[in-house]
T-cell receptor, first 116, second 109 residues
């Protein structure tokens, strides 16, 4: 069983809709991540939150808006998405970002997003 | 930035066979993880192994940090081992995990 929970598992939305993806972890981790994964490609980092503050934005379009309301929750707000945004969105967490790279990351099962 | 190369890109084996997957990286690392992504998209942690050797059942991994490579061994393969295996590395310069392109493993019954 994954310790990082993502909802919903599947989401179909139109280009004018507004929706949110949610991620929750209860491992006491203080770094949380959003990744995007297209078919037959590796995950690509989108955002990193460290101690509830945005620390990395990998030049993601503004139609994706992350939010970290507390240390256990991470949201990704979606608005006016394009068909090319259809992908698997993965959330991950790690113990701390102090030296980000030397902590193992734990992934959720993902949200499979389809844009009509 | 750090580069990660995995080989082979594809591997097809019969059930019961053994396999070795390789991950080469271009710089020193202080994080290396092996993941298995199953056909449903779940990305499962296999090993956190920036150096040394670890074993978990039929799987084992070795990272030789000084020579910048890591190996994942799968013994007595089962059909449930099918999927894509990713190696991901990080260092203080990258400040993030960098994924290789993956090895797609197919185990036939």
């Amino acid at each position: 069983d994954t310790e990082v929970t993502q909802t919903p598992k599947h989401l179909v939305m139109g280009m004018t809709n507004k929706k949110s993806l949610k991620c929750e972890q209860h491992m006491g981790h203080r770094a949380m991540y959003w990744y995007k994964q297209k078919a037959k490609k590796p995950p690509e980092l989108m955002f990193v939150y460290s101690y509830e503050k945005l620390s990395i934005n990998e030049s993601v379009p503004s139609r994706f808006s992350p939010e970290c309301p507390n240390s256990s929750l991470l949201n990704l707000h979606l608005h006016a998405l394009q068909p090319e945004d259809s992908a698997l969105y993965l959330c991950a967490s790690s113990q701390a970002q102090g030296v980000l790279s030397n902590q193992p990351q734990h992934f959720g099962d993902g949200t499979r997003l389809s844009i009509l | 930035g750090i580069q990660v190369e995995q080989s082979p890109p594809d591997l097809i084996l019969q059930e019961g066979a053994n396999s070795t997957l390789r991950c080469n990286f271009s710089d020193s690392v202080n994080n290396l993880q092996w993941f298995h992504q199953n056909p449903w998209g779940q990305l499962i942690n296999l090993f956190y192994i920036p150096s040394g050797t670890k074993q978990n059942g039929r799987l084992s991994a070795t990272t030789v940090a000084t020579e910048r490579y890591s190996l994942l061994y799968i013994s007595s393969s089962q059909t449930t081992d099918s999927g894509v295996y990713f190696c991901a590395v990080g260092n203080s310069g990258a400040q993030k995990l960098v994924f290789g392109q993956g090895t797609r493993l197919t185990i036939n019954p």
